[in-house]
């Protein structure tokens, strides 16, 4: 598609970096406003964000190189080219949940209502990066000859398979996510106790990750057998936690009364 943005002289624009950075933006935004709304402490909202920012650049990379070792180990300074693409979602949430709870407790914030104002933001902050993955090329999904959206990368920049029509997987996800996003928001109005959005996000991305895998191409991500990615094992994890936390939280909430 489009991994370079712009590019004048010797400055380069990526369009993946550019649109996580837009990404990271609205969520911010979206997660003050809430907080203003709610009467949370939106400092602490701009504070936490940028700690988990850092924390989950750091692990989805960490990830990312991992899964992609035997390149990286004879290609070292390209592990801190974020900007071209190479970020794995859950390995960047593996670093950013700790980093929350830790400012959170620190700051004495309520770690449920937190997560419930940052939920529906991470949704669509994710929604948006993946549009970066799909102009770099990135995660890019199996051949599909036979489907009318099938897309074809041509731009040899790009990070996928060239000249042959693939799903367009980068584009399942943030449909998904945007979707997830609007759900989450949709049922604020809804919310019985605290936690439950966060969570709800939680299940509901896990299904959608669990789904877009069968159609991802990009064989480097790592399995745990044929056919069933690591990013499909953390799904199921994922999913199994958030139906745990789901009923013991709605529990807890009962019991209170």
Same mark, same amino acid.
């Given at each position: 598609? *489009?991994?370079? +943005? #712009?590019? =004048? $002289?010797?400055?380069?624009?990526?369009? *993946?970096?550019? +649109? #996580?950075? =837009? $990404?990271?933006?609205?969520?911010?935004?979206?997660?003050?406003?809430?907080?203003?709304?709610?009467?949370?402490?939106?400092?602490?909202?701009?504070?936490?964000?940028?700690?988990?920012?850092?924390?989950?650049?750091?692990?989805?990379?960490?990830?990312?190189?991992?899964?992609?070792?035997?390149?990286?180990?004879?290609?070292p300074v390209d592990i801190v080219k974020i900007w071209e693409g190479g970020l794995v979602f859950y390995g960047g949430m593996l670093f950013a949940l700790p980093a929350a709870i830790w400012y959170a407790k620190r700051k004495g914030l309520h770690l449920w209502s937190t997560a419930d104002i940052w939920a529906p933001s991470i949704a669509i902050g994710h929604a948006i990066g993946r549009l970066g993955c799909f102009c770099a090329g990135c995660c890019y999904g199996t051949p599909a000859k036979d489907i009318?959206?099938?897309?074809?990368?041509?731009?040899?920049?790009?990070?996928?398979?060239?000249?042959?029509?693939?799903?367009?997987?980068?584009?399942?996800?943030?449909?998904?996510?945007?979707?997830?996003?609007?759900?989450?928001?949709?049922?604020?109005r809804h919310q019985s106790f605290k936690g439950q959005i966060f969570w709800m996000y939680i299940l509901n991305y896990s299904i959608i990750r669990f789904v877009v895998e069968r159609f991802r191409g990009d064989e480097v991500r790592g399995f745990i057998f044929p056919g069933f990615s690591i990013s499909q094992g953390i799904s199921v994890l994922m999913l199994i936690t958030a139906v745990v936390f789901l009923v013991w939280l709605k529990r807890k909430k009962g019991q209170a009364k």
């Open positions: 598609m *489009y991994p370079v +943005l #712009i590019k =004048i $002289g010797p400055l380069t624009i990526h369009t *993946y970096g550019f +649109l #996580i950075a =837009i $990404g990271f933006v609205i969520a911010l935004l979206l997660a003050v406003r809430q907080a203003k709304k709610t009467g949370f402490p939106h400092e602490s909202i701009v504070d936490i964000g940028f700690y988990v920012l850092i924390a989950g650049i750091i692990g989805s990379r960490i990830f990312f190189v991992m899964t992609n070792w035997p390149y990286y180990k004879n290609h009318p959206w099938a897309v074809t990368f041509t731009d040899p920049e790009s990070l996928a398979i060239l000249g042959v029509p693939l799903h367009p997987s980068q584009l399942y996800e943030s449909a998904g996510e945007f979707i997830n996003f609007f759900m989450l928001i949709l049922f604020r």
